[in-house]
């Protein structure tokens, strides 16, 4: 391919991919597969690897840029970002209304009403098109600078599209697809990690990361409601903003309100709530505010809010139903989870017949009982929780639960450890545990093996072709043959994923053993820090509780898992079958410090080495490499014969430096 088709294609493959990341995160309507997705984005990856001169900071490649950090910089907001005042009560938006007819008397009040995300607030800076920055709320008048997670929101831009305002701050929520909470909780519970609690909590732990790495992975979203400092468009009123954002290709709302009487808000704030379970985030309230940017000066401030608007929040809802029984699951760690069985009951937009009650001790605390009337809402419209009972309707049938002594897969007795909550089941072989394993260990977030879900795992399982996670590189055509529904092509494509996954990063790997407590984060970590598996096996517990994103707890998990006899064997069948035991990531957390942590580079012109090879030895060491010069740039490094780049360091000031002066900076 030459230079000129690639460009082309870049460009195309860019647009599509962008175009998809809006359908997916923010009209929660994708028009292909997640495969298909990840295919363009290879593609594109594989191009700019070719001609790393396409590569554009803009490039959706590129978002996850830097590299960790030891905390965020602060960033003073040049207009402060207030909160607004909250109510439950609908005579209360009323008398806003009625406050503002007679703050503003014989004038026309429009009011627009949208919905309120319930994410975590965030202001983002665009000069002239290119993002900038991102920040938190903060106090209100210092946030977080934490423009390296938001980046990693597939469906920002990173520049503006059409003709962008010099300088446009905009402000709105991030948040977390609902149907991309729910996967991630679950794969939190299976990691042993602690839950969040709703999805707002996620995200605010998905944006405190200092790893944007990490970031990426979460389904986080975002929608644009406001303004900070604007130059460069003229904006009348609210209702004018929605336009810009879309013209621009800023996520908004889609469904808005314009209203001129408080029944009409009323109205409006009904509609919203029938509609809102159909929205990709969530929401927890209606937010008014008055429509003319004339009329809300002259409103203007209490000390902590707007006068011009005011957030209504919904109630949770809340429905009775009957618990029919309380039901043991069996983690891949072996914890005893009790679920309630419930009566199938509608609430907050699904149908329910199935929600954790945690462990023994939260029972006990609302005094649940196997025979109750209980009352479920959908924390956080999500997740269905029980959140109390009717002890006014017991008939004394009623039977109090009691975690069994067996684990109910096994047969095995169950332990409590030492100041854990939690129960379990130390049969390694456990048939419930076993399954467990193996789905994690092949699912998308571990080692990938397309095609390896509950349905075959459980076949696999059941016929004992499967009993530890090595057996898979033992199946063969004729073993997977046995099963149902696996036609020749089903078969033939397993063994090529099987295959595929052996030369997975050793992170996944070691993420994929399921070790009690270690998530991808620690995963990553330890990947960071020993050169090989076997480095890792063999490291003391001191060792290990000195990596960051380890610690005691996590350390003395490892040590335990590897000292089990049975555990090593089944690496050594791995070793055997072929699967990749190095790091390649070894050194890249320990090796980001000296002068280059932190810098961001442009390369160009002609080197002793392929730009590859030197953009690695730059990120390797904490920098970022770009691929154009920006006042943002802190180094161009210029071999022969560069040409236009350089003449734009030349023009901003940018410091450039030789190969031979980059060189000594190693
Ligand atoms: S307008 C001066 N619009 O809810 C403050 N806020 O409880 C202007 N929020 O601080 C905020 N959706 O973090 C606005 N459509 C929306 C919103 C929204 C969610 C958040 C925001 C705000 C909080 C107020």
Known sequence: MTAKTAATRVQQLRSEIEAHNRRYY????????????????????????????????????????????KEFAQIAHRLPMLSLDNTYSEEEVAE??????????????????EPKVDGVAVSLLYERGELRYAATRGDGSVGDDITQNVRTIRALPLRLRGTPPELLEVRGEVYMLKRGFAKLNAERAEAGLPQFANPRNATAGSLK???????????????FYGTGIVEGVDLQKHSELFALLKRLGLPATERWWSASSVDEILHAIHELDTMRRDLAYETDGAVVKVDSFAQREQLGFTSKSPRWAIAYKYAAERVETKLHDIVIQVGRTGTLTPVAALEPVFVSGSTVSRATLHNE?????????????????????????????????????????????????????????????????INAQCPAQVRRRIEHFASRGAMDIEGFGEALVTQLVERQLVRDVADIYALTADKLGELERTGEKSVANLLIAIERSK???????????????????????????FRDLDALMNASIDELQKIPDVGEVVGRSIRQFFDEPANRQVIERLRAAGLQLQSDDYGKRDAASGAIVGT???????????????????????????????????????????????????QLGVRVISEDEFRAML
């Open 209 to 223: 990361q200092l790893d944007p790495s990490i970031t990426a992975t979460r389904p986080l979203g975002v929608i």
């Open 600 to 650: 961001s580079w442009v390369i160009t012109g002609t080197l002793s080495e392929p730009r590859d090879a030197i953009a690695e030895l730059i990120t390797a060491r904490g920098g970022k490499v770009t691929g154009s010069v920006s006042k943002k740039t802190n180094y161009v490094l210029a071999g022969n014969d560069a040409g236009s780049k350089l003449e734009k360091a030349k």
């Open 26 to 69: 923010d009209e929660a309507a994708p028009t292909i597969s997640d495969r298909e997705y990840d295919e363009l984005y290879r593609e594109l990856a594989d191009l700019e690897k070719q001609f790393p001169e396409l590569v554009t900071p803009d490039s959706p490649t590129q978002r996850v840029g830097g590299s960790p950090l």
């Open 96 to 113: 806003f209304y009625r406050r503002l007819e007679k703050l503003l008397p014989n004038q026309q009040i429009a009011v627009v009403v």
């Open 361 to 425: 001790e939260e029972i006990e605390r609302k005094d649940i009982r196997i025979g109750d009337t209980v009352i479920v809402e959908k924390a956080g419209e999500v997740i269905p929780a029980v959140v109390g009972v009717r002890a006014d309707l017991r008939s004394g049938n009623e039977k109090r639960f009691r975690m069994p002594k067996k684990c109910p897969a096994c047969g095995t007795e169950v332990v409590k450890d030492e100041g854990q909550v939690a129960v379990r089941c």
């Open 503 to 529: 030369s997975r990063p050793l992170w996944r790997l070691i993420f994929g053993l399921g070790i009690l407590h270690v998530g991808v984060t620690a995963s990553r970590a330890l990947a960071a820090n």
